[in-house]
């Protein structure tokens, strides 16, 4: 079966730095996506992985492994409107996406 | 403004009865796709069109049915709802599907549908 995990929750606080992972198991490899999602809005698009290493854009890294189906996002300097779920998705060899359940970020003054 | 609109906005529906939620996208994007969210699961892919005319089963889509008439427009249908259909519904559209290009998928609002 096809499989994205992510921690469920995390924690960290204002201006600091966090990391939040995704593993997966899929049928076949396409290209990684983190999305952002606030409480009661639509995911949008953070970035996109489909090579080995690290996307720098902003505040935001991701970075990929394919031979070990590991990627994570990075956030650094914290700010309060960062508080949303993170949603980790790949691309699989049909060319659909199959979502991660998300990292519900929790930011403290 | 360029996007994806869905309507209604939220619904509360009794069981048994039918059901169209609505989308539109004025991107001309290809591709459009239809999910479901519940808490504690990730996105679920329920149909799918890569482009207009056709259409595709995705994971879930068992009591459901979509059409895709013109490039705009992908109307999804609960022909005789049931509680387990509780959710939020996420149309998403995306421009060049079954390449490997970014083609991102951009999300619409959103309903959230309540079956009793």
């Known amino acids: 079966g096809q499989n994205i995990d992510q921690p469920t929750e995390m924690t960290a606080t204002e201006g600091a730095i966090v990391q939040i992972n995704c593993t997966y198991q899929t049928s076949g490899f396409n290209g990684l996506f983190w999305y952002q999602q606030h409480a009661g809005e639509a995911p949008t698009f953070l970035s996109y992985n489909v090579l080995d290493g690290l996307e720098e854009k902003g505040r935001f890294s991701s970075f990929l492994s394919r031979s070990k189906g590991y990627s994570y996002l990075l956030l650094k300097e914290l700010q309060m409107k960062d508080s949303a779920s993170y949603l980790c998705?790949?691309?699989?060899?049909?060319?659909?996406?199959?979502w991660g359940a998300g990292t519900k970020l929790i930011i403290k003054p | 403004i360029a996007g994806i609109t869905q309507a209604p906005t939220s619904q509360i529906l009794a069981a048994g009865r039918r059901m169209t939620l609505r989308c539109t996208q004025d991107?001309?994007?290809?591709?459009m796709y239809w999910y479901r969210q519940d808490l504690g699961l990730g996105l679920r892919l329920i149909h799918y069109?890569?482009?207009?005319?056709?259409?595709g089963k995705g994971e879930v889509p068992d009591g459901y049915s979509v059409s895709r008439a013109n490039t705009d427009d992908f109307p999804l249908t609960l022909a005789s709802a049931v509680p387990s259909q509780t959710s939020v519904y996420f149309c998403?559209?995306?421009?060049?599907?079954?390449?490997?290009?970014?083609?991102?998928?951009?999300f619409g609002p959103g309903t959230r549908l309540t079956v009793l």
């Open positions: 998705a790949v691309r699989d060899s049909n060319y659909q996406l199959i």
């Open positions: 991107m001309r994007h290809n591709a």
């Open positions: 069109s890569n482009t207009a005319g056709t259409t």
């Open positions: 998403a559209s995306s421009e060049t599907p079954g390449t490997r290009g970014t083609d991102t998928q951009y």
